[in-house]
Structures are given as structure tokens and as C-alpha cells.
């Protein structure tokens, strides 16, 4: 896995938590921490400034005046058919990383996460996305010196190709590391749940149905969320930045399919675009959802601000 050279971890969000309105379901961002500037151009080298500049309504909240792309760490919670779900578990605290942006983190997220009523004893259900280290983090946190389940009472659920496929990998020392630490004490915990996710998806709970969205990794998986005829899809990493909706052909430096995750992240916009369903980025900074509209040959993300906590 490349590794981006950056100085020094970024500092812990001040932002108050928001959400979203998807019919009768609240989807809150729980933030963790914006990501270094020096994010972008390691990981969609492609989205350089002057590709940047070609669309105004990318700044100034998706990227600066200078085309350096903005990009940030977070999870989104809600409940759904009674369960409190989690969605991806970011870099999480106290890590050993080799990226510095990532290594030993100190950041507020179980609070921020108890301030809309989730605690480690009650969240239900986490969805990991994919297993990458910036999904998985809060898998798990220290207890007396070794690393233990964050959520002991719910089930971890990723699907069934994302496993096997780095249960067969020749995994680098700091890949090892963070499955060692962050999804190998939830397998020994017996939480894991691995869920075969066919090409049209598959429901989990009433109003939360997986999709299959491979590419960025052969099993990685988005959430679409569906309530009262309102839908919206949490992207995991099948777009991680908006610049990609204008440029669906921009990949990520760590896709280890390229084609396919490209056709994946068509198909994905395509099935959004001009539909009103909300667009909730993993990786996209604040205002953070929209709504996909086409343009041109390709498309723009027409931002939905959220409604502060509290609400």
C-alpha cells in the first residue's frame, strides 16, 4: 500500500455534529479529523489544480483557492428498524501507523458520538464498507494494554469477497498491523459477519440494503439508506472526493482495480444523477452530502447542508 508523506497528523475537528433528513431517518456525520492537504495529490493525483479550476462549484468548501483538494476521516450513524448502525469505524485513537496523518491519533470521537445518544454498549450494528485502515479504526479501542472490541454488543458486518480477498493477500508489515489490531480481536470476539452481497444488493434491515460496489477493493460495499420514498447512499470509497463526479474517470491511487472501480463509480452517479437521492461522501468534507446532477459528460454535486445537532 503507497503511503503519503506527510509532516504531522492533522488536529481534531471542531465541528458540531450534523445530520441529514432521509424521510423519517436521521444520517449523522460523526467527524473525526480533516485529512492534510497533502491528501489529495497522493491519493487522486489526477485532480490536479488546473483540473480543479475547470469547476467553480468546487470551492471553497471542497477545495481551495490554490486547487488543493479538501478531504476528511468520519462515520455517519442513524437508526433504522430500531437499530443503532454505524457506518465505517475511521483511523481511529492510539494506532501505530506509517502514515503520520493517521499514527497515534488523540481525538474526540466517542464523544462525539455519545452527544447524539450512541455509546459503545448500544450501537447495534457496524457496516465496515471495506477493510482498509481509515474504515476500521474504531473497530476497536485499548483495554489494559491490548486491543478490544469498541462496540462489544454489536455485530460487525463487511461482506464475504472483502474478507476472503485479504484473507489471501500478502499483506505488507503495516496492512498486518492493522488487521492484528483493528479486525482480527472483533473475528476473535465472534462479532464478525460476513455477508455474501450480490450484484443487486441486499437488504439487512428494513430501510438499510447493501450494494455491491467493487473495485477500490474487490468486495467493498455502499449503504443505501431508504425511508418514507427518500433514499440516500453512503459512498465508502467508491468516490472519494466530489471532483470525481466531474471526472468519474479520476482514480484513487490505492484502487486495486482501476477499470473497475472507475465503471463502478459510473454506474453509482448514474443511478443518482437527477433522482433527488442524497449523495453522503466518506471522505467529502463539509457540506458533505448533495444531490447528483448530470453536466456535461459528467456531473455536480448541488450541496445539502446539514441541520446542526440538536435539531
Known amino acids: 500500500m503507497r503511503t503519503a508523506q506527510f509532516t504531522e497528523p492533522a488536529p481534531s ?6 445530520h441529514w433528513s432521509v424521510g423519517e431517518i436521521a444520517v449523522h456525520r460523526v467527524d473525526e479529523v480533516p485529512l492534510p492537504p497533502a491528501t489529495g495529490p497522493w491519493l487522486l493525483p489526477a485532480a490536479t ?26 462515520s455517519f450513524a442513524l437508526v433504522v428498524d430500531g437499530l443503532r448502525v454505524l457506518v465505517d469505524t475511521g483511523i481511529g485513537n492510539g494506532k501505530t501507523r506509517a502514515n503520520p496523518a493517521w499514527h497515534d491519533l488523540r481525538t474526540d470521537y466517542l464523544a462525539r458520538l455519545a452527544d447524539i445518544g450512541f455509546t459503545p454498549e448500544n450501537v447495534d450494528l457496524v457496516i465496515l464498507t471495506h477493510l482498509h485502515t481509515d ?25 464475504k469477497a472483502e474478507y476472503e480477498f485479504w484473507a489471501a493477500y500478502e499483506m505488507d508489515d503495516a496492512r498486518r498491523g492493522m488487521f ?55 459512498t465508502g470509497d467508491a468516490v472519494h472526493h466530489p471532483v470525481q463526479l466531474a471526472h468519474p474517470e479520476i482514480g484513487s491511487c490505492v484502487d486495486i482495480d482501476p477499470v473497475r472501480a472507475e465503471a463502478t463509480r459510473r454506474a ?7 433522482t433527488g437521492g ?33 435539531r
Request: glycine share 10%; proline share 9%.
Open 180 to 234: 492484528r489490531d483493528s479486525v482480527v480481536p472483533v473475528e476473535e470476539a465472534g462479532l464478525l459477519d460476513l455477508v455474501a452481497v450480490p450484484a443487486e444488493g441486499i437488504d439487512v434491515a428494513d430501510g438499510l440494503r447493501l450494494l455491491s460496489t467493487p473495485g477500490h477493493t474487490p468486495g467493498q460495499i455502499a449503504v443505501q439508506v431508504s425511508s418514507a420514498g427518500a433514499t440516500a447512499l453512503v
Open 49 to 74: 489544480p488546473d483540473v480543479v479550476a475547470e469547476h467553480e462549484w468546487l470551492r471553497p468548501d471542497f477545495a481551495g483557492a490554490d486547487g488543493v483538494l479538501h478531504l476528511d476521516s468520519h
Open 135 to 159: 474504515h476500521v479504526g474504531w473497530n476497536t479501542r485499548e483495554v489494559d494494554g491490548a486491543w478490544a472490541p469498541t462496540f462489544p454488543n454489536a455485530r460487525y458486518l463487511t461482506s
Open 268 to 274: 453509482l452517479l448514474a443511478r443518482l444523477a437527477d
Open 13 to 18: 475537528s471542531p465541528r458540531a455534529l450534523a
Open 278 to 310: 442524497l449523495l453522503l461522501g466518506t471522505h467529502f468534507p463539509a457540506p458533505t452530502a448533495g444531490r447528483v446532477v448530470a453536466e456535461g459528460d459528467g456531473y455536480l454535486l448541488e450541496p445539502v447542508v446539514a441541520a446542526p445537532a440538536g
